[in-house]
């Protein structure tokens, strides 16, 4: 007996960004910022050029860890899988080291000191 499931729908969100790694550092930032949204398997991120988008990398291994979750370890990585502790994740470039991001209030506006993330 086969169960009949809904497509899933991809997001395909084009960058300015015009390497790979820094393409993979903000699938990453991306990951640690909204890592916690089950609707979104970021397992399953891959990367492509713009005009060769039939032609992708993966981004992370996404191996299953026997009942703890999936591999977060980048795809091809030495040593065993395992979830990565967050200062061992790349971070793009531009973002500010962990813990210094800054929320923006109203309108792109600067937030308030209440608005600091810590």
Same mark, same amino acid.
């Given at each position: ?6 497509? $899933? ?6 960058? +300015?960004?015009?390497? /790979?790694? &820094?393409? @993979? ?9 909204? !890592?916690?949204?089950?609707?979104? #398997?970021?397992? =399953?991120? @891959?990367?492509? =050029? &713009?005009?060769?988008?039939? /032609?992708? @990398? ?6 299953? /860890? ?11 990585? #030495? ?8 200062? =061992? $994740? $790349?971070?793009? %470039? #531009? /973002?500010?080291? #962990?813990?210094? &991001?800054?929320? $923006?209030?109203?309108?792109?506006? %600067? !937030? ?5 993330? +810590?």
């Amino acid at each position: 007996m086969s169960f009949a499931t809904a497509p $899933r729908w991809i997001i395909h969100l084009p960058t +300015t960004l015009t390497s /790979l790694d &820094e393409a @993979t550092a903000l699938a990453v930032a991306l990951c640690d910022s909204l !890592g916690h949204l089950t609707v979104v #398997d970021f397992g =399953e991120t @891959t990367l492509s =050029e &713009e005009d060769a988008q039939f /032609l992708r @990398t993966r981004v992370f291994c996404d191996a299953r /860890l026997g009942g703890a979750g999936r591999c977060r370890r980048p795809d091809a990585h #030495d040593g065993p899988c395992g979830q990565v502790p967050h200062r =061992e $994740r $790349r971070r793009h %470039p #531009d /973002l500010p080291p #962990d813990g210094q &991001e800054e929320r $923006r209030g109203p309108r792109g506006g %600067p !937030g308030t000191g209440a608005d600091r993330l +810590t």
